[in-house]
T-cell receptor
Framework: DQQVKQNSPSLSVQEGRISILNCDYT??????FLWYKKYPAEGPTFLIS?????DKNEDGRFTVFLNKSAKHLSLHIVPSQPGDSAVYFC????????????FGKGTRLHILP | NAGVTQTPKFQVLKTGQSMTLQCAQD?????MYWYRQDPGMGLRLIYY???????DKGEVPNGYNVSRLNKREFSLRLESAAPSQTSVYFC????????????FGPGTRLTVT
């Protein structure tokens, strides 16, 4: 059973507009959430994270929002740029349980010129 | 400082053949991981090692063995390759106790015919 769900396999956004990628989780024990970005033929790279004690974390053009009651998080990219075209993975973990991260299936973001 | 390196980059095997995928990291991290990525399936954990001398199964360990040779190296072995093991394999490393930000290698693309 999938514990981290990214229900949109792909998303297309005009350059300069806001990209919103969504993620849902089922395990209420998760208390740390991450987003990874992956380009073709490369390994994933860490993008941004958020602890469950916060509801928002911002890093430049990237902001992650966490809604614990809905078990939902989202990644906002503003403004979207061509280099943002990639696959984005949502991931979740339980702090101090073990060293494992559970990944979603990913959303492919296309930034249109 | 190469981060996480993987060899080989590409490999084609016949069903029943064996091979070892190599991974090395120069970041002095304790925890290391092997994932596979299949279309529409995201990243699935095969095995991980929280520290030198310890290994644990992940979500999809069947058909694989691992060796944590030393702190730097974590290898993944396919004893008798099957077409279902056709995938892209990623190795990752992280600081023990802070597993959230994992550093990934560039991947090994394996095809089993």
């Amino acid at each position: 059973d999938q514990q981290v769900k990214q229900n949109s396999p792909s998303l297309s956004v005009q350059e300069g507009r806001i990209s919103i990628l969504n993620c849902d989780y089922t395990n209420s024990m998760f208390d740390y959430f991450l987003w990874y970005k992956k380009y073709p033929a490369e390994g994933p790279t860490f993008l941004i994270s958020i602890s469950s004690i916060k509801d928002k974390n911002e890093d430049g053009r990237f902001t992650v929002f966490l809604n614990k009651s809905a078990k939902h998080l989202s990644l906002h990219i503003v403004p979207s740029q061509p280099g943002d075209s990639a696959v984005y993975f949502c991931a979740a973990s339980i702090v101090n349980r073990d060293d494992k991260i559970i990944f979603g299936k990913g959303t492919r973001l296309h930034i249109l010129p | 400082n190469a981060g996480v390196t993987q060899t080989p980059k590409f490999q084609v095997l016949k069903t029943g053949q064996s091979m070892t995928l190599q991974c090395a990291q120069d970041m002095n991290h304790n925890s290391m991981y092997w994932y596979r990525q299949d279309p529409g399936m995201g990243l699935r954990l095969i095995y991980y090692s929280a520290s030198e001398g310890t290994t644990d199964k992940g979500e999809v360990p069947n058909g694989y063995n691992v060796s944590r040779l030393n702190k730097r190296e974590f290898s993944l072995r396919l004893e008798s390759a099957a077409p279902s093991q056709t995938s892209v394999y990623f190795c990752a490393a992280s600081v023990q106790g802070s597993p959230y930000e994992q550093y990934f290698g560039p991947g090994t693309r394996l095809t089993v015919t």
